[in-house]
């Protein structure tokens, strides 16, 4: 049964969530049209572009996100406190980048307006402001920009995704990182690249670039690892909870092991890593390559997943005997 999205978007239990978009039946986001012989590679791009674009307007960074041919996956952490610290101003300057042709663009462009207008715009500040940190509302500006487009281009009408996103709540450290490897290596499991600096339209080849001192073209702004902030604390800017040398040699790894199809033995720089994550080193492959199905709505410790499941009135939902096998 269809749950309501706010049983499934708690902050109080996390701020990670891992989103999934697919679309509806033939319907091609990306890559090569067999059938019709269509190319759609070049909107690869406009799903980057977008989540620039959003990444730059809510209060929700991005972790990691994948483009695949009829589906992209992205992680992101939601920011309530840097929603609710923003400046009435820059709310409406950051609603106006939304919605261009509003009220609110005018308001933010100092144009004449008249006073209910005005008032009007003050009074949808507060609704505003919610919304620019609501996982829904950024999924509906992903979405909807995407499948106007791709209905424009292809000089149709009509659904253009599948329904509603599907949304994983990923409830800690373990699951974050194991969670951020199974999006990275999409297009490896997809045998679309065999290494994860070939994989394109991937959070994981930006961030490789990025340590090579290179900068790709329309670049996503993600959330910086532990060690790629200095002079500030988590408290003051959100941070991946682990080096970013560690995880990409981890992701690395993974990569090569999964697709080569053999499980191999795991380098001595790698295991300190998955004691410290509290990860069954032998079930790590395992669990990254079918993390879409081992888990559900949550994922994380078992105890982390009866907490969540116990705030929506669950007993047992799927995901806590992959979490026994997977984590410790």
């Known amino acids: 049964m269809t749950q309501a999205r706010r049983t499934q978007v708690d902050l109080s239990a996390t701020p990670y969530y891992h989103c999934i978009a697919r679309c509806v039946r033939r319907a091609f986001l990306c890559g090569q ?17 977008r989540l620039k674009t959003l990444s730059e307007t809510f209060a929700i960074q991005v972790l990691s996100f994948a483009v695949m041919s009829n589906h992209y996956h992205v992680v992101v952490h939601i920011d309530e406190t840097q929603a609710k610290a923003w400046r009435d101003r820059e709310v409406i300057e950051r609603w106006a980048k939304l919605f261009p042709g509003s009220l609110a663009a005018a308001y933010a462009a ?6 209910h207008e005005k008032h009007w715009v003050m009074e949808q500040v507060p609704t505003w402001r919610q919304r620019l940190h609501d996982l829904s509302w950024y999924m509906r500006s992903l979405n909807e920009w995407l499948a106007r487009r791709a209905n424009e281009e292809d000089k149709c009408s009509g659904r253009f995704w599948e329904g509603r996103f599907k949304s994983q709540a990923l409830l800690d450290e373990k699951a974050l990182l194991t969670c951020m490897s199974y999006v990275d290596l999409n297009p490896i499991r997809a045998k679309l690249a065999r290494t994860p600096e070939t994989s394109d339209y991937t959070s994981v080849k930006q961030r490789l670039h990025t340590r090579a001192g290179k900068v790709l073209k329309n670049s996503v702004p993600l959330m910086p690892f532990v060690d790629e902030v200095h002079g500030q604390s988590t408290e003051e800017i959100p941070m991946i909870p682990m080096e970013r040398n560690d995880y990409l040699s981890l992701v690395d790894w993974t990569g090569r092991v999964i697709r080569h199809d053999k499980r191999g033995a795991i380098p001595a720089h790698i295991k300190p890593i998955l004691e410290r994550l509290q990860v069954q080193e032998k ?7 079918h993390f ?3 888990f559900y709505r949550f994922a994380g410790s078992v105890n982390r997943i009866q907490q969540a499941a116990e705030r929506i009135g669950r007993r047992w939902v799927k995901g806590m005997v992959a979490a026994k096998r997977a984590y410790y």
């Open 292 to 294: 879409g199905s081992r």
């Open 283 to 289: 079930h790590w492959c395992d669990t990254v390559e």
């Open 33 to 49: 049209d067999d059938f019709s012989g269509r190319n759609y590679e070049h909107r690869r791009e406009w799903v980057v572009e």
């Open 110 to 115: 100092d144009l004449p307006m008249k006073m």
